[in-house]
DNA sequence: CATGAATGAGTATTCATTCAT
DNA sequence: TATGAATGAATACTCATTCAT
């Protein structure tokens, strides 16, 4: 057990690609060992099992993924700056970890009652507080509009955003910060034009 | 084989809710089983396989959702009222089959390539074609903002819309339809105060 | 349990010729239904288990090859005309149950050790006897050979005639008695002509 | 998937040794393990599935029979040394692989049509035609009778020999060149003594 | 007599994991 | 570090059989 961290980080990526790619549990070790080029049991010199494999991955993105939120949240900028920000982050994740990305929105939920995967159960709460509180601010500031249900708009750009992670192939024509700005562009002002009829 | 239609829609449905709830992979014939009150091998008195359950209520579900979609599609409304209707309507069907409308969303990306599940990929694309001219008629007529990707809009439609099953629980303290005008009223014209600055 | 004899034995017509084609364990009680028009349940109606049937298919054949067989032992011809007598005799019952016969050939190797199936056994018993001694009376009285292995030609007689009924099909160009004839003058004076140099 | 050639051989022979004594269909694999002193998953390390060691154990029993027959076929013999070299050449394969040519004789006919078998038809036919010609040969050259239907004579010829595996032990009283000699003395000449009535 | 629905024991196969080398 | 070979538990599926109707 243990080894070079460089070799580990790569043999993550690899699990990262086919768990996002297959599922978790439609990803064999082998398919893994057969991607990094060695023999399934191979593995099991670098990674105690399976699940501990996922569990790095997902934590090592949740790791990242907070480092940047948490400056933005510290960063006490207004309500419509720190939403900005928190989507061009999310973006900006997305491009960078697009597989660990993948895996977290597909297998989250089911994994996160399990005690070994606590983690991701505090992240989303962490997670939820932090727009909540972000959207509430902009509705007391008269930035965001009062007569939305707050909790569904949450859930609405919650998922507006990293669903995108299940279509996203970075390197492709946008840029992480120029879907960014599109996607807050729809959020905030809607695609509705200005001056047309409200909805309803 | 066959067998009588109202047993096979009541084992139908309940392996619909295990299969949303566990996912496809995941959901072993026996807790189906279980949760039905048989014995696993009992199953295969009305069913041909785990597959031809899953492939059976996909294929009824989206046969129901077209009946719904077409009827819109063909009443000739205008591009926004038909927006309207067409996301109304899926927010019905989410709440009349949200474990079909779950496993959808978790599986059919991979189910697709299969020829036993292309009549998903044959939706898909009759899907995507009816969003993204009725994009195009708001955006001919003025009433859909010009400045957006429309590929990226109809993703940020779709996805919004959808994704809903995965938190959605029928006889909740909103109605389908009044979800679908939230949603609705967010997606037009956005979570910003009107006159407020415009996202940059 | 019972019935009228007249279906049982339609049904076990359609048994053994499933049996025969499939194979006894490659045969399941669907097909033989099937076959009959009803359902599989049905089939224990008329019968205790599927080894029943075979049971049954078996000792009728057997019974009715033995009457024929006790006919011609009793009968004190000549070996040579015995032999002939039996031959024929077999023939004439792969003739008329051929599907019974080819089970016979399959099966009864792995069968017979069954104390169910010990009929079998005793068949075979009193079947070597039988040849072994038209064989040795036919040596005595010089009409057979008497350089040959004794043993091998029993094999060797017994195996030509019954692998017939592997190939053979009822309403074909030969009768069984013209089969039986040429099977015969092989047994009896071999393939090569008169006169040439013998066998090494 | 490969694994050592050496411990491939040793399980193929004993899965061939029970699936001889048992039938293909009959032998679970639970049954090779245990033979073979493992756990029936195990067998799974060097064989894709059962199917696959039937395969694997026909093929290369055909392939050695093959170059013994091409070989004879090859040398130009006139008919009768032929035969006699073919028959010599069968009880040889039967001594040195009885368990293949046991499961051969039983299970060939229903395997032949599967497209994954087919090599077993190919043979089968190459095999005909090359006791066909044979054997018209022989008649051409007055060495064997005129007056035999030449396909009833060639099945003769063939089940005579083959259904030897059903009962030949390696090892026992007689070697198989001598029970070749004997065999071909009867088919040659006949069990008759010369000079005796010829059978009608 | 036959059906419809189920049982329960078994079957081939898969796969994460282990471990001596 | 990695391999080759195995384990053992689980999985989808089959099938003879039962039985109330």
Same sequence: chains 1, 2, 3, 4.
Avoid: C, N
């Amino acid at each position: 057990m243990s080894a070079s961290p460089a070799r580990r980080r790569e043999l993550l990526d690899t699990a990262a690609e086919v768990f996002a790619e297959q599922g978790y549990d439609a990803t064999t070790v082998r398919k893994i060992a057969d991607q990094a080029g060695m023999l399934a049991g191979s593995l099991y010199y670098h990674f105690d099992s399976k699940e501990s494999m996922l569990e790095e991955i997902l934590a090592a993105f949740l790791d990242e993924l907070w480092a940047g939120y948490d400056a933005v949240l510290e960063a006490d900028l207004g309500p419509r700056e720190t939403l900005a920000a928190l989507v061009t982050e999310s973006f900006r994740e997305i491009d960078r970890h697009r597989a660990a990305v993948a895996i977290y929105q597909k297998e989250s939920k089911h994994l996160a009652p399990q005690p070994r995967f606590a983690f991701l159960a505090d992240s989303q709460q962490k997670f939820e507080k932090a727009w909540l509180r972000t959207l509430e601010r902009g509705v007391e500031a008269q930035i965001f509009r009062a007569d939305l249900d707050i909790r569904l708009t949450y859930r609405f750009v919650r998922d507006t955003v990293w669903v995108a992670a299940s279509w996203y192939r970075p390197g492709g024509h946008h840029s992480p910060e120029e879907i960014a700005r599109q996607y807050l562009s729809m959020v905030l002002d809607g695609i509705a034009t200005r001056g047309g009829p409200s909805a309803d």
